[in-house]
T-cell receptor, first 113, second 113 residues
Framework: GQQVMQIPQYQHVQEGEDFTTYCNSS?????IQWYKQRPGGHPVFLIQ?????EVKKQKRLTFQFGEAKKNSSLHITATQTTDVGTYFC?????????????FGTGTRLTIIP | NAGVTQTPKFQVLKTGQSMTLQCAQD?????MYWYRQDPGMGLRLIYY???????DKGEVPNGYNVSRLNKREFSLRLESAAPSQTSVYFC????????????FGPGTRLTVL
């Protein structure tokens, strides 16, 4: 099946430090989505990237889609305790006109106050 | 609007018992999905329904059945529960397919003894 590799699996940072998670695919992606899941919660949509080389920002979060559309990254500047959670990338598969998402394994971010 | 609702929130079953997980959305979405989430793993797609009246297998369909009862409701049935089905189950919906934002329900935590 489709493999979506996400690294690192865990990341512990001091509050105020930066954080980056990477998502890599073996195939060219049509698009990629990013979700955040707080501990004990459900995934919440953050953003979708469609174009090669696309960069989008949401306050302290920067999302990037690789030029070859095979990888993506999420960078958080100056982490805060509210950033705690697991960040998932998800890629779209096309299957005879129906579509479904394949999620990466996630990066779990913990903040050391 | 309640968004996506799931019942029950928690359930404990014995091996071999059956049960149905209920999911409903009030956003008039066409597509609905069932995922399972295991520790250290991302979300894996069990079944999805691209539109009312259609269902398709996802990555891990064995041991499950689904019913798209109407546009609002999408249920997941375990006919004979096994310990390997201990997991957190999430239902999600999108307006039209995986290119759209996925809205997740709060999840059902299922333990099979």
């Amino acid at each position: 099946g489709q493999q979506v590799m996400q690294i690192p699996q865990y990341q512990h940072v001091q509050e105020g430090e930066d954080f980056t998670t990477y998502c890599n695919s073996s195939t060219t992606l049509s698009n990629i989505q990013w979700y955040k899941q707080r501990p004990g919660g459900h995934p919440v949509f953050l953003i979708q990237l469609v174009k090669s080389g696309e960069v989008k920002k949401q306050k302290r979060l920067t999302f990037q889609f690789g030029e070859a559309k095979k990888n993506s990254s999420l960078h958080i500047t100056a982490t805060q305790t509210t950033d705690v959670g697991t960040y998932f990338c998800a890629e779209t598969l096309s299957n005879f006109g129906n579509e479904k998402l394949t999620f990466g394994t996630g990066t779990r971010l913990t903040i050391i106050p | 609007n309640a968004g996506v609702t799931q019942t029950p929130k928690f359930q404990v079953l014995k091996t071999g018992q059956s049960m149905t997980l209920q999911c409903a959305q009030d956003m008039n979405h066409n597509s609905m999905y069932w995922y399972r989430q295991d520790p250290g793993m991302g979300l894996r797609l069990i079944y999805y329904s691209a539109s009312e009246g259609t269902t398709d297998k996802g990555e891990v369909p064995n041991g499950y059945n689904v019913s798209r009862l109407n546009k609002r409701e999408f249920s997941l049935r375990l006919e004979s529960a096994a310990p390997s089905q201990t997991s957190v189950y999430f239902c999600a919906s999108t307006e039209a397919g995986a290119l759209d934002t996925q809205y997740f329900g709060p999840g059902t935590r299922l333990t099979v003894l």
